[in-house]
């Protein structure tokens, strides 16, 4: 594992897990993505990533205008590296998925590394009312659904978006197996290092929210790609700081926001990505560790900058 002495945190603003009904401060509004973004960024997170919701009734899309209405305030406001999904949400199609990175050619897109079974259906327990038609549907059907990740799709994203527009991927490992598959690619040579490698603990499908899977996974890791990689880590829900606790004393990096989890403690709604963003931070300073800069993690990852992206 690369340990360059400074925490990239990451933020992920909204997702596509969560619904309006479960958080009043999940943002869906192009607005409101681009405040919360931007207090993130202000809070000490270096790169912001990001889906697109319907504005009208905060159901994902990947529809690229939904993007554009956003991704270019953002970057007005703010130095952070912008990270747009190709995850998009359980469901839509791969083309649907790619569009919106295809067409603005970011800095990073997020990369899933493997097919899964991803069922949040227990995300619902918590809500008494809905308060749109489309919510309860689709937090429900979630365990019916696969999220579609295939070597043919991971190999045409990385020529779509790598090879084609210079974009470098923030490479989701939601098990250990998705590790091997991107030692695959990797001994192919169609990704290059440094790999900025996202392991994910507590999805159903995916592996526990255990510390032993993390430095499993950690160990794995180092066996497959040696000083090439950066980690990170995500911490499902309400293991989103102890994950990111356990990394952050490791040498890794963070994912917080309200994407991953909409608590800041127990029983307590996060008001904002930036309050997730503030405790962590908070955490590393208390280990003696600095925050790297959008600059800073701009070097780090071999990113091409803010000046290259197509908005």
């Known amino acids: 594992m690369k340990r360059a ?3 990239i945190i990451t933020c992920a603003v909204t997702g596509s897990v969560h619904t309006p009904s479960m958080s ?11 405040e919360q973004s931007v207090a993130a960024a202000e809070a000490g997170a270096s790169i912001i990533h990001l889906h697109a919701r319907n504005p009208k009734d905060g159901s994902p899309t990947g529809d690229p205008a939904v993007f554009e209405a956003f991704l270019g305030r953002i970057k007005q406001q703010t130095d952070a590296v912008v990270n747009i999904t190709t995850g998009g949400s359980n469901g839509m199609s791969a083309e649907d998925r790619l569009a919106a990175a295809k067409r603005f050619a970011p800095e990073v897109a997020s990369l899933n590394m493997g097919t899964m079974n991803f ?3 227990q995300a619902a327990v918590r809500v ?3 308060k749109h038609e489309w919510e309860a549907a689709y937090v429900a059907s979630s365990g019916e659904r696969i999220a579609h990740n295939t070597p043919a799709f991971i190999g045409r994203t990385i020529q779509e978006l790598g090879e084609e527009r210079g974009v470098k991927f923030e490479f989701e490992c939601y098990d250990v197996g998705h590790l091997y598959m991107l030692a695959q690619f990797a001994d192919q040579g169609v990704v290059k290092p440094p790999f900025f490698v996202q392991c994910i603990f507590g999805i159903m499908g995916g592996i526990g929210p255990d ?5 499993h996974m950690v160990g794995v890791a180092d066996r497959l790609f040696g000083n090439d990689y950066y980690l990170s880590v995500i911490g499902a829900g309400r293991h989103q700081m102890n994950i990111a606790a356990v990394s952050l004393a490791m040498g890794g990096n963070v994912r917080v926001g309200l994407e991953d989890s909409l608590y800041i403690g127990k029983g307590q709604l996060a008001r904002s990505n930036a309050e997730q963003v503030a405790k962590i931070r908070r955490i590393a300073e208390e280990l003696s560790l600095e925050i790297a800069t959008p600059a800073e993690a701009r070097e780090m990852l071999g990113l091409k900058g803010a000046s290259a992206v197509s908005f």
């Open 5 to 7: 002495g400074k925490v």
């Open 24 to 34: 009043p401060h999940l943002p869906v509004t192009p607005d409101e993505i681009v």
């Open 119 to 121: 069922d949040y259906g």
């Open 128 to 130: 008494a009312e809905w």
């Open 211 to 215: 510390i032993p899977n993390l430095t």
